[in-house]
């Protein structure tokens, strides 16, 4: 189609902004969610591409149908609700998305722990979203492109607001225009000023192509300049109301920057900016946005989640009918350490102490949710150490998945069991002696060598310097004739250490 341009963004300029907001959060498991149209299944490989550079899993595609229903949905829902990634990229159109998002409050996906991400697909056109979506998708993260804001862009919202008022006075007057109607309306622009430019007013048009099995824009009468119109356009670079406009290969494909916004209430808030040459960023201005650094959430604005939640989502949530780590615990004589007992109504087991608050702040600090349970080791029957000894032992008969006490590293009980790094000091200490009254004085770098050792150094200092000059003076050195002097001695001192 040599007549083809496309005033928009390809979708891949968009997936090293999401991945980026992936890595800053931490996450390490996301599912993508497309619908299976052209359109959904075209960003998947640049997607997947740039999860990759970041070491994220996609261990599952969940693909939408075009003609999905409400029975569709609530199907593909309940496969991702019973896995375990809580991170969800959704790749879709509007009107799809309404669905999805709305069938995914009713199942408890829009509840804490979840994370969505949506694509500029949606994130551009969020306002013109029904309000009962937008409300269904509290707490979203979205990329859409970023337009700068300029006095023409002002101007025309107003002249907008204005007319949209006049055409639909029943509605409400704040309908903003969306980046595909800023795109649309530069786009006319330029047409008008290549077509002023060609001057294409007066000139013929050339017969249609044969319409036998065409389309109905293969029946329309071809313009004899064309060629000279469609190069007009794309040599046409102008600062437009949605940015720089360039059509130089027939498609837009210069990219300024990716808003990340979070949808709050019936609206939206932008939490930060991405851009090809300074990475995430929480702030706007052009001095910050220099700083090349990598990608963190202490740079992004606070996040209102699915849930109101302030907390961020690990990503990842151990199924409900998942098992649980079977944590062995044993009382210890010290109760500081550790003290475990059952409690009578549930026989649950409860323990607490220094090693338990060990353990379970290693816990939190895990990437993923671990679920635990604390199984008491019963000691009646054991006395001593060696009810240690037994302890460590369930582990290795699998009756525990770990153990956690106040246990004495032994050789005897590594032989079944891996133990972690001690914790606490284990007692053990030095004696060494120590000399009281060490002397001090500045003559202290003679301590080294003993006198008579100092004294036979000087001594055979003295005869090399008598054997070196006797040399010189035999050889007829005028340097040693004459009366000694302190020249004739510093010469001796030299030649002693340059012989040295």
């Known amino acids: 189609m040599p007549y083809f341009v496309r005033a928009t963004l390809d979708d891949s300029a968009q997936v090293r902004s999401i991945s980026a907001l992936v890595e800053a959060y931490g996450w390490r498991e996301v599912v993508v969610v497309y619908e299976d149209t052209d359109y959904g299944r075209g960003i998947l490989p640049y997607l997947t591409d740039a999860l990759q550079e970041i070491d994220v899993r996609v261990p599952y595609h969940s693909v939408i149908p075009s003609a999905a229903t409400n029975e569709t949905i609530m199907q593909e829902l309940s496969v991702l609700l019973a896995m375990r990634t809580r991170v969800f990229i959704v790749h879709i159109s509007s009107t799809m998305a309404s669905l999805l998002f709305t069938k995914a409050k009713e199942v408890g996906m829009m509840n804490k722990g979840f994370a969505w991400i949506t694509t500029n697909g949606v994130a551009n056109i969020i306002d013109s979203l029904n309000p009962t979506a937008i409300d269904a998708m509290n707490g979203v993260l979205g990329v859409r492109y970023h337009v700068p804001r300029s006095q023409e862009l002002d101007n025309l919202s107003i002249r907008w607001n204005r007319m949209y008022q006049q055409d639909n006075p029943d509605e409400s007057p704040f309908n903003k225009l969306s980046i595909v109607g800023l795109w649309g309306y530069d786009t006319i622009w330029a047409l008008a000023q290549a077509a002023e ?74 939490i930060g900016l991405w851009s090809v040459k300074s990475g995430l960023s929480g702030h706007s201005n052009k001095d910050y946005l220099k700083k090349t650094r990598p990608a963190s959430i202490l740079d992004l604005n606070p996040v209102i989640w699915p849930g109101e939640s302030t907390e961020i989502p690990l990503g990842w949530e151990v199924p409900r009918a998942g098992k649980k780590l079977r944590v062995g615990v044993c009382s210890s004589e010290n109760p500081e350490f550790i003290k475990a007992y059952k409690e009578l109504h549930t026989n649950k087991t409860t323990a607490s102490g220094l090693s338990i608050d060990i353990f379970e702040e290693a ?38 998945d770990m153990a956690v006490a106040d246990i004495t590293i032994r050789y005897n009980r590594s032989l079944y069991v891996d133990f972690t790094v001690p914790y606490t000091e284990t007692g053990v200490g030095m004696i060494v002696p120590v000399k009281e009254n060490m002397n001090t004085d500045m003559w202290l770098f003679l301590k080294p060598l003993s006198t008579t050792m100092w004294f036979g150094t000087i001594m055979f200092f003295m005869y090399t310097g008598v054997v070196v000059w006797l040399l010189e003076y035999l050889i007829g050195n005028e340097h040693a004739h004459g009366p000694f002097s302190l020249r004739q001695l510093a010469l001796t001192i030299f030649s002693i250490c340059e012989e040295s």
């Not at 319409?211 to 004899?224: A, D, K, V």
């Not at 007009?232 to 720089?244: E, P, Q, T, Y």
Request: aromatic share 12%; charged share 25%; net charge positive.
């Open 363 to 400: 816990v939190k600090r895990l990437h993923r949710p671990l679920p635990y349970e604390y199984l008491e080791f019963d000691r009646a029957d054991t006395t001593g150490s060696g009810s240690y000894n037994d302890f460590v032992y369930q582990v290795y008969l699998q009756k525990y």
């Open 197 to 270: 430019k060609v001057g294409i007013s007066g000139g013929r048009d050339k017969k249609p192509w044969s319409i036998e099995n065409s389309t109905c824009l293969e029946s329309i009468p071809i313009s004899i300049k064309g060629p000279e119109l469609l190069t007009a356009i794309v040599r046409n670079k102008f600062r437009g109301l949605s940015g720089d406009f360039d059509l130089t290969r027939r498609q837009q494909l210069k990219v300024s920057a990716f808003q990340i916004i979070n949808v709050v209430g019936r609206g939206w808030r932008q």
